[in-house]
């Protein structure tokens, strides 16, 4: 029953920002610590970041002090603010809960390029 639904990508230049958004429906428990993954075409599905429910964050080094996670848990929605953009950030990005996934959304395509 859970569903999250992904929005805010698009094409950007090389050192644009995007401010991804993931709103999540259904019984889930808001307490789990939830994270962004992203998946390049070819490629597998990569941790990006993730944010506990206290918004204690955790990122991988290849977005480290470019990208933010945080969420609102009153509004069940995980952003994913994404600044200083470079051409192998392209890939689909989706959201989930690390370590118990439920079934992954569609995604939102983000594009860097020139």
């Known amino acids: 029953q859970v569903q999250f639904v992904e929005s805010g990508g698009g094409l950007v230049q090389p050192g644009g920002s995007l401010r991804l958004s993931c709103v999540i429906s259904?019984?889930?428990?808001?307490?789990?610590?939830m994270a962004w993954y992203r998946q390049a075409p070819g490629e597998q599905r990569d941790y990006v970041a993730s944010v506990t429910v206290h918004g204690g964050a955790n990122y991988a080094d290849s977005v480290w002090g470019r990208f933010t996670i945080s969420r609102d848990n009153a509004k069940n929605t995980v952003y994913l603010q994404m600044n200083s953009l470079r051409p192998e950030d392209t890939a689909v990005y989706y959201c989930?809960?690390?370590?118990?996934?439920?079934?992954w959304g569609q995604g939102t395509q983000v594009t860097v390029s020139s």
């Open positions: 259904g019984s889930f428990d808001s307490r789990l610590a």
């Open positions: 989930n809960a690390p370590g118990d996934y439920y079934p």
